[in-house]
């Protein structure tokens, strides 16, 4: 079993519409969680992160953590073409101790946003 | 600050045979990684650095050497490439400390083993 799953996708919406992008994880240790943005032939940029259970919100982002089931969430309201990237769920035990920042990445979702 | 650069952007490398992906970064990072992309995979650790002259496994650290030997340079090297290999390559580089602290990625290598 993976300790990251994300369901890949595609996932195509059209603009104006709300996204959920979904993970969810294994390992009880996992403290911090980030959701990163990927456009097409860049590197992945961090968009939010989280730390422990809750919801933290950034203008039409909103991530959420549910530690109880496991479950890692990112909501886009109003969706935008300009959202229209690779959507990587990402995980952490601590940042420092002996896991380093060392990330655990999901496999990733495509969205395409439509005019 | 130009952050983190790699070079070179694409390669195209016969099996069998070696190079080395460059990754420098200019933001005075302790910590600097190494992953490979591959489609519908999301992103592994090869190798990571938590210092100059301090390296260590990752995931996925087979077929692959790193040296630092800089704070500013990771360079990744490729011993007798094999098919396997192709993928895209990240090079990412974080501030040690806070939890938070953001990983930096470069732009990518491309690299096609044949």
């Known amino acids: 079993q993976k300790e990251v799953e994300q369901d890949p996708g595609p996932l195509s919406v059209p603009e104006g519409a709300i996204v959920s992008l979904n993970c969810t994880y294994s390992?009880?240790?996992?403290?911090?969680f980030m959701w990163y943005r990927q456009y097409s032939r860049k590197g992945p940029e961090l968009l939010m992160y989280?730390?422990?259970?809750g919801n933290k919100e950034d203008g039409r982002f909103t991530a959420q953590v549910d530690k109880s089931s496991k479950y890692i969430s990112l909501f886009i309201r109003d969706s935008q073409p300009s959202d229209s990237a690779t959507y990587l769920c990402?995980?952490?035990?601590?940042?420092?101790?002996?896991?380093?920042?060392?990330?655990?990445f999901g496999q990733g979702t495509i969205l395409t946003v439509h005019p | 600050n130009a952050g983190v650069t790699q070079t070179p952007k694409f390669r195209i490398l016969k099996i069998g045979q070696s190079m080395t992906l460059q990754c420098t970064q200019d933001?005075?990072?302790?910590?600097m990684y190494w992953y490979r992309q591959d489609p519908g995979m999301g992103l592994k650790l090869i190798y990571y650095?938590?210092?100059?002259?301090?390296?260590d496994k990752g995931e996925v650290p087979n077929g692959y050497n790193v040296s630092r030997s800089t704070t500013e340079d990771f360079p990744l090297r490729l011993e007798l490439a094999a098919p396997s290999q192709t993928s895209v390559y990240f090079c990412?580089?974080?501030?040690?400390?806070?939890?938070?602290?953001?990983?930096?990625f470069g732009p990518g290598t491309r690299l096609t083993v044949t």
């Open positions: 933001m005075n990072h302790n910590y």
């Open positions: 989280t730390y422990s259970s």
């Open positions: 650095s938590v210092g100059a002259g301090i390296t």
């Open positions: 390992n009880s240790a996992f403290q911090y």
């Open positions: 990402a995980t952490l035990v601590n940042a420092g101790g002996t896991s380093y920042g060392k990330l655990t």
């Open positions: 990412a580089s974080r501030a040690s400390g806070l939890a938070g602290n953001e990983q930096y």
